[in-house]
């Protein structure tokens, strides 16, 4: 039977994108300070095996091949002699585990702290995500109702003339998504050459950074795992159009900032 179209497109918000609430009270906490800090790595999904509201990504696992992704990405930024940090939403509770219903609240209240520090900071916000590879998982691609893929994601609601700029040159200067295609990444169809607009949490706070905010799905993380293997083997075939990412934000912020 093939599956409810209301259900498949919750799904997809479920899988791809976090849905995570604003926080009435995030006004009242002290914000953490990332002066300095020219890059935040947002990896925005919960682990595996804690406490989620469909926080947890693509197949339930989105973070055990966002992290290798983020940390061979930080140190590609490091070597371009930019300061750097990765932010995950369990390291912003004390136990760094989310085990409840509140530990969840929380950790995404101080992590949407942390992303408004980066914003005031004027730092470079970069979410590294994986797409879900299609949806519903059993269809073929002709048949799918989603496909997923690489494609660069920004919020029409919070656009500063930073993020639409960085976002148009990775997109049309830096071609990124074509780097991802050539290390054998699927593109997403119809946003082969064209950002995508897409209402999402990280994305409202951090796409008014005079530094620019975008997220990027690197590719499906299906397709990934079966042409390339494990998290870390999937790391090491998309290297090059993370190196590329890399040189390309820091020549931005050399230009505009």
């Known amino acids: 039977m093939r599956t409810p179209l209301p259900l498949i497109l919750s799904t997809l918000c479920a899988v791809c994108l976090p849905l995570l609430a604003d926080h009435v009270n995030a006004a009242e906490r002290s914000q953490p300070e990332l002066d300095g800090v020219a890059v935040l790595i947002a990896t925005d999904h919960t682990r595996p095996g804690e406490y989620s509201e469909a926080s947890n990504g693509a197949e339930g696992r989105e973070r055990d091949y966002i992290d290798p992704a983020a940390d061979y990405l930080a140190g590609a930024l490091r070597a371009q002699g930019l300061t750097v940090e990765i932010a995950r939403v369990e390291e912003q509770l004390p136990t760094a585990r989310i085990a409840n219903k509140l530990d969840f609240d929380n950790a995404y209240a101080a992590y949407d702290d942390l992303l408004r520090s980066a914003v005031h900071a004027g730092s470079t916000i970069v979410a590294l995500h994986f797409d879900a590879d299609r949806l519903p998982p059993e269809a073929s691609l002709a048949d799918a109702e989603y496909v997923g893929g690489a494609q660069i994601i920004v919020d029409d609601r919070s656009l500063s003339a930073s993020t639409k700029a960085l976002a148009t040159q990775l997109l049309e200067q830096d071609k990124i998504l074509q780097t991802l295609a050539r290390q054998g990444a699927r593109l997403r169809p119809d ?3 064209k950002l995508r607009m897409q209402k999402n949490q990280t994305l409202h706070i951090a796409g008014k950074s005079s530094g620019g905010a975008f997220l990027l799905e690197l590719a499906p993380q299906q397709q990934a795992r079966e042409q390339f293997g494990n998290p870390q083997q999937v790391t ?22």
């Open 191 to 193: 946003y082969t050459d």
């Open 236 to 257: 090491r075939a998309l290297g090059p159009a993370l190196d590329q990412l890399a040189e390309a934000i820091a020549r931005f912020r050399s230009a505009q900032l």
